[in-house]
Protein backbone atom coordinates (compact mmCIF):
# COMPACT_ATOMS: atom_id res chain seq x y z
CA UNK A 1 0.00 0.00 0.00
CA UNK A 2 1.04 3.11 -0.79
CA UNK A 3 0.90 6.18 0.85
CA UNK A 4 -0.72 9.63 -0.03
CA UNK A 5 1.28 12.61 -0.56
CA UNK A 6 0.14 14.92 2.07
CA UNK A 7 -0.45 18.62 1.16
CA UNK A 8 1.42 21.35 3.21
CA UNK A 9 -0.17 24.26 3.70
CA UNK A 10 1.33 27.52 3.12
CA UNK A 11 -0.95 29.55 5.85
CA UNK A 12 -0.99 27.21 8.33
CA UNK A 13 -3.89 29.24 10.34
CA UNK A 14 -3.72 27.52 13.63
CA UNK A 15 -0.35 29.10 14.14
CA UNK A 16 -0.15 32.33 12.31
CA UNK A 17 -2.42 35.48 13.06
CA UNK A 18 -4.48 37.55 10.53
CA UNK A 19 -1.80 40.13 11.03
CA UNK A 20 1.09 37.75 10.43
CA UNK A 21 -0.21 36.52 7.42
CA UNK A 22 -0.86 39.93 6.15
CA UNK A 23 2.71 40.55 6.19
CA UNK A 24 3.51 37.55 4.87
CA UNK A 25 1.32 38.50 1.80
CA UNK A 26 2.50 41.62 1.70
CA UNK A 27 6.36 40.89 1.47
CA UNK A 28 5.01 38.82 -1.57
CA UNK A 29 3.15 41.20 -3.40
CA UNK A 30 5.12 44.73 -2.00
CA UNK A 31 3.37 46.91 -4.51
CA UNK A 32 0.28 45.83 -3.50
CA UNK A 33 -2.42 46.94 -0.97
CA UNK A 34 -3.40 44.08 1.10
CA UNK A 35 -5.42 43.27 4.33
CA UNK A 36 -7.76 41.18 6.50
CA UNK A 37 -11.03 42.60 6.97
CA UNK A 38 -11.79 42.29 10.63
CA UNK A 39 -16.18 42.82 9.90
CA UNK A 40 -15.96 41.03 6.97
CA UNK A 41 -13.92 38.19 7.87
CA UNK A 42 -12.26 38.41 4.14
CA UNK A 43 -9.25 39.26 2.51
CA UNK A 44 -8.46 42.32 0.56
CA UNK A 45 -5.96 43.66 -2.02
CA UNK A 46 -5.98 46.68 -4.08
CA UNK A 47 -3.53 46.37 -6.83
CA UNK A 48 -2.60 48.25 -10.00
CA UNK A 49 -3.46 47.08 -13.18
CA UNK A 50 -2.98 48.89 -16.37
CA UNK A 51 -3.20 52.12 -14.82
CA UNK A 52 -6.12 51.41 -12.65
CA UNK A 53 -6.46 50.28 -9.18
CA UNK A 54 -8.40 47.09 -8.48
CA UNK A 55 -9.98 45.72 -5.89
CA UNK A 56 -9.99 42.34 -5.52
CA UNK A 57 -11.67 39.80 -2.33
CA UNK A 58 -11.11 36.61 -0.75
CA UNK A 59 -11.95 34.05 1.91
CA UNK A 60 -8.82 33.04 2.93
CA UNK A 61 -5.11 34.26 1.95
CA UNK A 62 -4.50 30.95 -0.49
CA UNK A 63 -7.87 32.48 -2.45
CA UNK A 64 -6.35 36.03 -2.39
CA UNK A 65 -3.25 34.79 -3.94
CA UNK A 66 -4.58 33.20 -6.31
CA UNK A 67 -6.85 35.94 -7.28
CA UNK A 68 -4.01 38.95 -7.23
CA UNK A 69 -2.03 36.34 -9.72
CA UNK A 70 -5.25 36.11 -12.15
CA UNK A 71 -5.67 39.79 -11.94
CA UNK A 72 -2.06 40.47 -12.49
CA UNK A 73 -2.60 39.11 -15.96
Not at 22 to 36: G, K, Q
Amino acid sequence: MTARPTRVDPWPRGALSEVQLTVMLRRRFPDTVLWFGPYTRHWWAMLPVRGRWCLVEAADPDELTGAVIRTRR
